[in-house]
């Protein structure tokens, strides 16, 4: 049965290694024979070090055998996000900017994964610095669509979709700052949730928009997502933005039958793809079914949310990669000449084209004299979209649309069209922009493709979130669906 | 000094950088202090890796208010940093942590001491209104060497308080008082250490010049990076001299950015209004905004010491000091401490113990410690009590001893100079020493008719009769001699007028 290892769930892994029926040492000597075999096609990774694998699989079992293992993600591989820092290993975000750069420390979450006994798995392809939706703006490779070679995994964390699709690893990392961990969730058919914002320490994720970015948890099922929430979530003093031991107080799940789902008016009109619009008020009608109370909410200023996040986070963003200079770490020209001019053709040479249209768009709108009628009344839209969305939330218990609007495209299809792409996140956006934990549930497929529905709950609402995964993904087959590559 | 025509006034402004005294940095848990190798002081959070994040050091934000008691600030209940974008490779991250907003410290003032027409004598005092002061992050330094360039970041992150003040400055005098005083309110509360040498406090200085009576202020400049008082003081001349000439010559005053050569004692522009920075102010998403609690400021308060002027009033007016050991005194705290300390162990004279402590013991100090001007050139340098071998009591002991007639004044600085350098107490040395005077009246009585019976000494007796009071020094030498030089001289003064009634 080694062969289908690649294929469980991270919980049955977990039950397998603790009763002995496996050691870490097979599962990843099984997963890395997978990788040799899957990888060069759909390109998740950017880089394996087998040895380190295998060494850390053997650390693994040992401590097992001595009776010290760490907990239910003992033995078990991680693949972790290039944004994400993890110790010896290389940190570029899947840019020329920081090609060369492997990472003298753990970021938080590399530090919780190892506490609970996980093997950090390698590193996932994304857009360079986590910009874009397809993963096309990756400087390093191309990621493709496990379901259809010939479509984009969605963005920017498209590397950990396509790697847990493609039965590469059970469970990853992503970020998220617009919906990049949701939207390729769902173009994946995997599940992705990003947590409240302050739930999981930025310490060593490298910040795109800083008020936006939250690291989160993704896998084949809602049972495993909840299982890696789990590890990755604790106080952190080194981000001033995480909760303390006494803010994180989760909100219980309680009985998902119960749920009062609030469906935005005009959600599942214009611009949604019929059969995306009909796979979610499947899911609608489900959870009605179940005895969920389902009405309809009004979020007047949703329209707002994309101009406000191109705002906002491009100008976060252009703040946040001035440090890429050559000067200290990363690609330096080889231009000889000033300082001054060292920087300038470093950046350059370093940054792609996406990350050059954003930095120069944040740094125009905290420009002087034009700072006030963007930037600053971005902020101002940000406040009233959390506000209704919070209000919204305080008469239901989530809410509930497509994740994204239609199925994944043809790679190179919106290449073009930035604003096109831009689109993607409509969805997904307004979370991040307020703060809030929301997940991607598959949901069925349009024609070959999957689909997958978004829920948004109430600031440390994840367990409600969570209970209404688990109660679809109990009752239908999308969760561990793989396809055939 | 400089001078300024009668029918102009110049009008001052300071920014005046002071690098506190904290452990560690002021975002970044990597401690800091002078004279490392380079970047030796350094951590992935200083050096901006990616994916590092600051977090604000309680104790650089409580130094800052403990700043704002000190001058009379309100501390206002939040503050918040702000990022200011701009590239230079000393810049770990190609933006500063500041505070543009709501800075840590709003309003208090500073007063100040000008000097008097001698030292003897005290000058006019003003207060200097502070603006606010802000607390932010220091930047590594740039060196070029050869055909490279090379950077040191072990300054970068280090904390920074900026002390702005309104524009009430009126002369290079005021400006060079109005540092002293800040100094010695920084350092005496512990704030920072200002070490000019060290580059522990550096000053931007605006200055613009109007027609006296004018209401409306003339255009400024500002010159940079000043890194002494006397600096602050020559720019201020210079830059007076400059704009009243230009405006004299009917050429308008740009306002520009300026450096200050101080080998040359020139100033030289740096760039005009034109090339301004657009820093691209915004609040620093990863630091939220900070409460400042009200239990935190209270505890702070307590830590306040006595202002250096109300210290300096209460030597003079309780304690009936002269003004010139008051005003040497009260500059150093720990100084002021000490004496304070001798005076409680014996309150009956005060001067006696300011006029040894302020003259004897700072002599010796310094001249124990060899030490030398360390933050500003004029003033006396700050003297290390910790390793003086004579404690407060002991000092009061040997005053007490000279106002009891144990020991004359001038026995006195002998017994201090033993007392220096071998620690032990006045009485001990005078008793080793056998230097107790003879007070005892039925002997020197006896020795008194003794003299002036001796026919040598009549002419003297004669004079002294006839009204010359001086010769009745004449007299006292033969006394001492037959004393060991140990009798008392005021009782002999009073025995022999007696005898010579």
């Not at chain 1, 994964?113 to 360079?128: H, K, P, T, V």
């Not at chain 1, 948890?217 to 890696?228: F, G, I, K, N, T």
Request: one cysteine or more.
């Amino acid at each position: 049965m080694a062969d289908a290892l690649h294929t469980l769930a991270a919980a049955e892994l977990g039950r397998r290694l603790a009763a002995g029926a496996l050691t870490s040492r097979a599962l990843c000597g099984a997963l890395l024979a997978r990788y040799q075999a899957v990888n060069d096609k759909v390109g998740a990774f950017t880089h394996l070090d087998q040895a380190d694998v295998l060494a850390q699989a053997d650390a693994s079992d040992a401590r097992r055998q001595a009776g010290q293992g760490r907990g239910p993600l003992e033995g078990i591989p991680v693949a972790i996000k290039d944004n994400i820092a993890v110790k010896g290993q290389p940190l570029t975000c899947s840019s020329k900017m920081l090609a060369p750069l492997v990472s003298p420390y753990d970021s938080h979450v590399a530090e919780r994964l190892r506490a609970a006994g996980a093997i950090l798995y390698g590193r996932l392809n994304m857009d360079e610095f986590a910009m874009g939706s397809s993963t096309e703006n990756s400087a390093i490779r191309k990621t493709l669509n496990p379901w259809d070679l010939a479509r984009i995994p969605g963005g920017s964390s498209g590397g950990s979709a396509a790697a847990l699709a493609s039965g590469l690893v059970p469970l990853a990392l992503g970020s998220d700052t617009g919906g990049s961990i949701r939207q390729p969730a769902s173009h994946c058919g995997v599940v992705g949730l990003k947590p409240t914002y302050g739930l999981i320490s930025r310490f060593g994720l490298v910040a795109f928009a800083s008020s936006l970015d939250q690291i989160g948890p993704m896998a084949r099922s809602v049972e495993d997502c909840e299982l890696l929430l789990n590890a990755l979530a604790s106080a952190d003093a080194r981000d001033m933005t995480c909760f303390g031991p006494s803010d994180r107080t989760l909100t219980p799940g309680g009985d998902a039958q119960k749920l009062r789902i609030g469906i935005p008016k005009g959600f599942l009109g214009k611009g949604v793809a019929p059969e995306v619009a009909a796979a979610v008020k499947a899911a609608v009608e489900f959870y009605r079914a179940q005895g969920c109370a389902i009405s309809e909410v009004e979020l007047p200023s949703a329209d707002l949310a994309v101009p406000t996040y191109y705002v906002v986070a491009t100008a976060e963003a252009s703040s946040n990669l001035g440090r890429y200079d050559g000067v200290r770490y990363g690609h330096r020209s080889a231009t000889a000449g000033t300082p001054f001019e060292m920087m300038t053709a470093s950046r350059s040479e370093g940054f792609g084209p996406e990350v050059k249209r954003r930095i120069l768009l944040g740094t125009f709108v905290l420009s002087a004299g034009y700072a006030d009628a963007y930037y600053v009344r971005a902020l101002r839209a940000r406040a009233k979209i959390r506000a209704e969305y919070l209000a919204a939330l305080a008469g239901v218990d989530v809410l509930l649309t497509p994740t994204v609007p239609t199925p994944a495209f043809k790679v190179g299809e919106k290449a073009s069209d930035p604003l096109q792409l831009y689109l993607e996140d409509i969805f997904t956006i307004p979370a991040n922009l307020a703060g809030l934990p929301a997940i991607s549930v598959p949901c069925g497929k349009s024609g070959h493709l999957p689909v997958g529905f978004h829920l948004v709950g109430a600031p440390l609402s994840e367990a409600k979130l969570l209970a209404a995964g688990r109660l679809f993904e109990t009752a239908h087959g999308y969760a561990h669906q793989q396809p055939a590559l | 000094m400089s001078n300024v025509p009668s029918d102009w006034e110049v009008v001052i402004g300071l920014e005046v950088h002071v690098q506190l005294h904290t452990r560690a940095k002021v975002f970044a848990s990597s401690p800091w202090g002078f004279g490392q190798e380079p970047n030796e002081q350094v951590d992935p959070v200083v050096l901006g890796l990616p994916g590092t994040l600051p977090v604000v050091n309680r104790e650089a934000v409580e130094k800052s208010i403990l700043f704002g008691l000190v001058v009379g600030a309100s501390v206002p209940e939040r503050c918040a940093w702000d990022r200011k974008n701009y590239f230079y490779p000393d810049n770990p991250k190609n933006y500063q942590l500041t505070q543009k907003d709501f800075p840590v410290v709003v309003g208090g003032q500073v007063e100040i001491e000008l000097p008097g027409a001698s030292r003897n004598v005290m000058g006019e005092h003003k207060f200097i209104r502070i603006h606010h002061a802000h607390l932010e992050e220091d930047v590594g330094k740039l060196s070029h060497a050869g055909s490279g360039s090379l950077v040191d970041y072990n300054r970068a992150g280090v904390p920074l308080l900026e002390i702005v003040t309104e524009p009430d400055l009126r002369s290079a005098a005021e400006a060079e008082a109005f540092l002293r005083s800040l100094v010695a309110m920084l350092t005496q509360a512990g704030v920072a250490d200002c070490d000019m040498e060290k580059g522990q406090l550096r000053c931007d200085c605006n200055v613009s010049v109007r027609r006296r009576g004018a209401e409306k202020l003339g255009t400024r400049t500002e010159t940079k990076n000043l890194n002494s008082i006397s600096s602050v003081r020559d720019t201020v001349i210079y830059e007076t001299a400059r704009q009243i000439r230009e405006l004299e010559a009917g050429r308008a005053i740009t306002q520009e950015t300026r450096g200050w050569n101080a080998e040359l004692a020139r100033g030289y522009v740096l760039r005009d209004k034109e090339d301004a920075h657009d820093y691209r102010y915004f609040p620093d998403p990863d630091i939220p905004t900070l409460r400042l609690s009200r239990e935190t400021v209270a505890r702070l308060a307590k830590q306040v010491p006595e202002n250096l002027y109300d210290r300096q009033r209460r030597y003079v007016e309780k304690l009936g000091l002269p003004y010139t050991a008051a005003s040497v005194l009260v500059n150093d705290r720990a100084l002021a401490e000490w004496f304070e300390a001798a005076v409680a162990a014996h309150p009956a004279n005060p001067s006696g113990i300011a006029n040894l402590v302020a003259n004897d013991l700072l002599r010796d100090l310094a001249a124990s410690a060899g030490a030398a001007g360390a933050f500003d050139e004029a003033a006396p340098a700050p003297v290390s009590l910790a390793s003086c071998p004579i404690k407060p009591a002991q000092l009061a002991g040997l005053v007490k001893l000279t106002d009891d007639g144990v020991i004359s004044k001038q026995q006195a600085k002998e017994v201090f100079a033993e007392m220096f350098k071998t620690g032990q107490d006045a009485a001990a040395i005078v008793d080793a020493k056998g230097l107790r005077q003879n007070s005892d009246t039925g002997e020197l009585e006896k020795i008194v008719q003794e003299v002036i019976a001796d026919p040598a000494v009549a002419k003297s007796i004669a004079e002294y009769r006839a009204g010359n009071e001086k010769a009745i020094n004449a007299l006292k030498g033969p006394i001492m001699k037959r004393t060991q030089g140990k009798a008392n001289p005021g009782l002999i003064d009073q025995l022999l007028r007696k005898a010579l009634g």
